[in-house]
């Protein structure tokens, strides 16, 4: 019954599919808006109609429905309720049906929330989500149908993969990416959409583009720096990328979209890189089908991808019309995205967003070189290759120190052209910052030049950034005798997209200095103990192993360590490295112990053990300042959640500045972006506001 | 609306992607390229630290097992080490189709990779015995020879001593079995140059072999 019923709304969601865009298509070109109107119910209706499949698939494998295809292949008795839950998107065709029930909510929320925006870009874009809907549903009926008939009904099933069900981020971490990797297909349809409807011109579409961009950019961010955690605490190998395919799948849409939040600013205030706009957008899209294709299809070997199949060639010919649709549309209007203004000069914040675009875009270029390398060595030498970690650390370290850099001199910088007093006035404190801590890092006996040079534009960026707060916070409380926080406080809230946007640049620099850290200060010690003997770490540093443990759960067999962490001889912690042996897999599935400070990790991984119990191989990796990574992640998010917030229009009584006479900061500008920037004069404005 | 302009960016950089991905498609980066099928098996020399169960094919502890001596059968070699865990899985589907094919003169023989003897003698009680003998590869020198890339992997050398098949990954019985027959069928008529298993080698030794 659940079966019948999760498919028969699929199958009815992809007549809806087809219906709206026939619907739009004839609506649009033949002035019909009445027909536009019941494209726009289609989208709420297949919204309604994929929520009901997916609840019916969570019914099905909550109640252990074994006649459904997708339950008797990932269920049993024995997982435990969440991680069943949960197992929704843990194989091939439950994250289809995942990927189809987001998409078509975030459809319906796009249409809902514009639906009475005039013109025809919102139509447009309806029927392009819905086209790219209409595709996923052809897979859940295809090649990814969860539905099919298992008979006879089996009794119990393997239950999902254990990786998968070794750790609470399983829960966060898939729809954290789903949500920020599917919300990438909106601006794009945003961008077709304004190319079909002929309003790729107007600034309208570009602000409504920015908001969606930033809002999946955001939770593509979380979603990888929640992957990144999930490796560090499941794998045990003490490490949180690797550059696998299936991770550069979802960092490569990742640096587009970052690329674009630069260059759409330019656009806003001086109507250039229009092109390059849409290009940004459509690339974003495209390199989020291709990593989807590359880790479904099989053609690139990686420790992720699922098992494949057909839906290779499914995902081949979804790329395809894509890419041909898109250059064509962009290729053809070209003409029509020239730029208005020029660079004026080569200190100015434009320059800057230039330089930033570049090495985004050429970050993404080697990332996607060395993800495809190997399919274009076969195709052109016949030869098999790999390529792995070195490449692309080579590659991507120095474009990584650059962008550091340009975080430090970027907001520091006025639009147009910045007068060398400003310069002066900006970058003296940074550069004293910088300097010092290239001192200290050479002090302290440190010689990578990439290490030195990401730990000091990393300090130049923070100290650039911290003091766009400062000199903006210290304004107000000169100009309105606030207290300092709450001047901070009605500062940001006035322009949020300015500050949430350098709150962002925070937790980038969090993160790239806690990844720098905790790599070239990393330490491992490996040995085999018997219980109540130590093993010294490092300084006065040291584990005892105190005993062995094994237990019986319903899903699993655990081996267990208890393992005391020891300062000297104070015990300051205690750990329990495990191995889990799932009944589905003769594999043991390690399971590290993890104790986190501020200041680091100390990482304890069962390796082996002697079935009498008088010994354990334990192997353990202190890492410093790795939880700033994830911590840093989420002041990411907050800064973008900071940006995107609406902005309401305001009465004049809040307007923050009554110094500024050109353009009050913190006060709109109607359609465009509000950075809080004069364009008129910058030189006679305050430095906060520059 | 610039047509020429649209149809030239499409052919000029759609074209290329779509291809390559099309390419991409045909490929299977699993597979790992071995110039030795079809061409003469690298000699080895082992020694026998476990005896083995089977009757047919129980060779006594020290003695030397020479590929060369081996002339005119079918010889089976699986490189395997008591800590890889998908020996495991295979490690009763090569036996019995050992025990099955021992009658046929078919010669099964482990190599140790990369581990102690006496790991290797543990597992093989742990695991209920192992119908043929083990050898140990001192230095992994037969290994290197045969281009290891991991265990297990298992390479079926003809009567003529040519490799006809290399396998990564856990042997199924079935497609062994199949491999053995066909190997076996082709006793009668060693000039046979149509052999479908093991196709003439050619004058070069390139990954082309198994495409």
Redesign the interface.
Known sequence: MTRILGLAAIWVALAMAVGGIVLSIVGLTRKKPALVQSAFQTIYVTFALLSLAVGAMIYALVTHDFSVGYVAQVGSRSTPTFYTVISLWGALEGSILFWGWVLAMYSAVVVWSNRHRPGGLVPWSGATLQLICLFFFILLVGPANPWHLVSPTPLDGPGPNPLLQNHILMGVHPPLLYLGYVGMSVPFSFAIGALLAGEIHSADWIVLTRRWTLSAWALLSMAIIAGMWWSYEVLGWGGYWAWDPVENASFMPWLTATAFLHSVMVQERRGMLKLWNVNLIVSTFLLTI?GT?LTR?????SVHAFTTGTI??YF?GF??VC??AS?????????GLRSEGHLDAAASRETVFLFNNLFLTGFTFVVVLGT?F???A??FK???VTVGAPFFNKMTIPICVALLFLMGVGPALPWKVATQQQLKKMFVLPSVVTAVIIVLSLVFGMRDPYAIGAFAFAGFALTSNVREYVVGAMARVRAHGEVFPVALVRLVAANRRRYGGYLAHMGIIMVAAAITASSSFRYEREATLKPGQIMPIKGDLSVRLKQLWGRDEPQREVVGADVEILNGMNVIGMLDPRMNFYKSQ??PVPTPAVRSRPSGDVYINLMAYTPDGQSATLRVIVEPFVPWIWFGGLVVALGAMISSWPTSRREPKSVPYVTTRAVPVGVPEPAFGNAGISTATPSSLPPHTS | MNWKRAALTTALVGGPVIALLAYGMTRDPREIPSPLPGHLAPVFTGAVFAPGNDDGLRLAVGDTVRLAEHRGRVVVVNFWASWCLACRTEHQALSTVARNYAPQGVKFFGMLYNDETPNGVNWIEQMGGQAYPALSDPGARTAIDYGLYGVPETFVVDQRGFVAKKFVGPVEAGEMSKLLDSLLLTTGAPNASTNAVAPVPKSLPSADTKR
């Open positions: 291709l294709f299809s099989g053609i690139i070997s290779g060639y081949l790329i395809a890419l041909v250059l064509i549309l962009v290729a053809g209007n070209s003409e495809l190997p399919l274009v076969e195709a016949g030869v098999k003769d594999q």
